[in-house]
């Protein structure tokens, strides 16, 4: 099953991350991060909360999934100035 999740996030033209319960990414597409102008290795460790902070996203989708605890679609601003459409799906 995980080659199948990495698979699929390594090869989509979206942009997805994976992250657990407490916000911590666990698995992202690379290229996404590109849209926020960080690389992913420099994502080791940290959580949504830390990188909203950070300002590099505001505001986190999976910060108000995770609390909402239901499909959410938010304008997200990143620190390079672009701002995208993002939308996260709780899977618990």
Not at 21 to 34: A, E, F, R, V
Request: proline share 5%; charged share 15%; hydrophobic share 35%.
């Amino acid at each position: 099953m995980r080659q199948i999740v990495d698979t699929i996030v390594l090869t989509s033209n979206n942009n997805i991350t994976i992250a657990d319960q407490n916000g911590k990414i666990i698995h992202t597409n690379p290229h996404h991060w590109s849209v926020y102008g960080i690389e992913p290795h420099q994502l080791f460790g940290k959580t949504v909360y830390d990188l909203e902070e950070e300002g590099i996203l505001c505001p986190s989708i999976t910060a108000f999934v995770l609390k909402e605890k239901k499909p959410i679609e938010v304008m997200q601003h990143t620190n390079t100035g672009k701002v995208v459409m993002a939308t996260g799906y709780p899977i618990f």
